[in-house]
């Protein structure tokens, strides 16, 4: 079982870019979903979640109403569009999966329900 995320880049801040995790081994829309970051010397943090069918989506209130999670059943993969980036979501990108139909932020946002994660992708955003 291997996700994967990437497509990292350098962004100058006020920028998109869009992330993409494909799943090989998995049947993604049978799991729930997430996104988390890691900065330099900070912990990991939940970015954005979205559940199996997609009818519910979950955000970080540092992230909300600038970043969309989204899936694509037919290629088995989760996105991660992000508008307006800062230089504050400098991070490495993780996607994570789980097999388990969560519902509320309160589980999504949490790493130790994720049992698959992907290789993280570096964004670094330049002000």
């Known amino acids: 079982v291997q996700l994967q995320a990437f497509r990292g880049a350098l962004v100058q801040a006020g920028g998109s870019l869009r992330l993409s995790c494909p799943a090989y081994?998995?049947?993604?829309?049978?799991?729930?979903m997430g996104w988390f970051r890691q900065a330099p010397g900070k912990e990991r943090e939940f970015v954005a979640g979205?559940?199996?069918?997609?009818?519910?989506?979950y955000y970080a209130d540092s992230v909300k109403g600038r970043f969309t999670i989204s899936r694509d059943t037919a290629k088995n993969t989760v996105y991660l569009q992000m508008n307006s980036l800062k230089p504050e979501d400098t991070a490495v990108y993780y996607c994570a999966s789980s097999d388990k139909p969560y519902v509320g932020i309160r589980y999504y946002a949490n790493p130790a329900e994720y049992a698959y994660w992907g290789q993280g992708t570096l964004v670094t955003v330049s002000s």
């Open positions: 081994g998995r049947t993604l829309s049978r799991d729930s």
């Open positions: 979205i559940s199996r069918s997609g009818s519910s989506t």
